[in-house]
Structure formats: structure tokens, C-alpha cells
């Protein structure tokens, strides 16, 4: 057995995922709901219909997420090999898969200043993790 398996780091990532199925699941039924069952099951060869505001903005949301969770992973997984995962890596762990739960709603209601300061903190836990790597 793995002594890492059960960090709160690796069970950050596991979250991770689950949240970015969950954006996945949301934006495309939206976009579905708008563009149509018929567009979205084409080849696409035309141009997309359009989509209402809040369907755009859940797109725009998991495109953010998949943008910034590939280097999050990419960080729990190296200080998990290394044997490096600590108090700040844990926290920042946290603070990456917390902030970018907040971002959802935040972005969805269209609250542009907080939801830049939202993302900031993400990308700060994200620093922590691969900090933790590094020293």
C-alpha cells in the first residue's frame, strides 16, 4: 500500500476530478438545453448556435478549470512521488480545490472582481502544492 494514498493532497486531486465531472456534466446539458439535442449530436460542421449567458459563462468556467487543474495535478503528483507533501502543501491542496468549488457559482452569477480574486487564490494553493515540490 501506498503511504501517500490518503494525503490530503491526492484526496484534493480525487475531488478535483469529481468537481471538473460535475462542470462537465452542467455546462454541456446547458449547452445542449440552448444549442439543441440535434446540434450537439452532429458533426458540427456548421457554427454553433448561440447559448444563453449562463450556459456561456458554465463553459467558460470548465474551460478555466481544465486550463489550471492539469498543473495542479501535475503538482499533487510530483510531491506526492518525491515524499514531499506537507502542512502547506496539504493547505494549499485545499485552498486550490475550495476556491475553484467557489468559482462555479461566483462565476455562474457573474461577479467579475471576485470571481478574478477567486481564481487568484486557486492559483495560489496551486503555488503551495508545488512549493512543497521544490524545496
Given at each position: 500500500?501506498?503511504?501517500?494514498?490518503?494525503?490530503?493532497e491526492?484526496?484534493?486531486l480525487?475531488w478535483?476530478?469529481?468537481?471538473?465531472?460535475?462542470?462537465?456534466?452542467?455546462?454541456?446539458?446547458?449547452?445542449?438545453?440552448?444549442?439543441?439535442l440535434?446540434?450537439?449530436?452532429?458533426?458540427?460542421?456548421?457554427?454553433?448556435?448561440?447559448?444563453?449567458?449562463?450556459?456561456?459563462?458554465?463553459?467558460?468556467?470548465?474551460?478555466?478549470?481544465?486550463?489550471?487543474?492539469?498543473?495542479?495535478a501535475?503538482?499533487?503528483?510530483v510531491?506526492?512521488?518525491?515524499?514531499?507533501?506537507?502542512?502547506?502543501s496539504?493547505l494549499?491542496?485545499?485552498?486550490y480545490?475550495?476556491a475553484?468549488v467557489?468559482?462555479?457559482?461566483v462565476y455562474?452569477?457573474?461577479?467579475?472582481?471576485?470571481?478574478?480574486?477567486?481564481?487568484?487564490?486557486?492559483?495560489a494553493?496551486?503555488?503551495?502544492?508545488?512549493?512543497?515540490?521544490?524545496v
Amino acid at each position: 500500500m501506498n503511504i501517500f494514498a490518503g494525503s490530503i493532497e491526492i484526496q484534493m486531486l480525487c475531488w478535483a476530478v469529481v468537481l471538473g465531472l460535475v462542470q462537465l456534466i452542467v455546462a454541456t446539458t446547458l449547452a445542449t438545453r440552448d444549442q439543441g439535442l440535434a446540434y450537439n449530436m452532429s458533426a458540427r460542421d456548421l457554427p454553433a448556435p448561440s447559448v444563453s449567458p449562463l450556459s456561456a459563462r458554465m463553459l467558460r468556467a470548465f474551460a478555466n478549470f481544465r486550463e489550471t487543474f492539469v498543473y495542479f495535478a501535475v503538482a499533487v503528483l510530483v510531491v506526492t512521488v518525491l515524499g514531499k507533501p506537507n502542512a502547506n502543501s496539504a493547505l494549499g491542496a485545499q485552498i486550490y480545490f475550495w476556491a475553484r468549488v467557489l468559482y462555479v457559482p461566483v462565476y455562474a452569477a457573474g461577479i467579475p472582481v471576485v470571481r478574478t480574486l477567486v481564481w487568484g487564490a486557486s492559483i495560489a494553493g496551486l503555488v503551495m502544492v508545488l512549493l512543497a515540490a521544490l524545496v
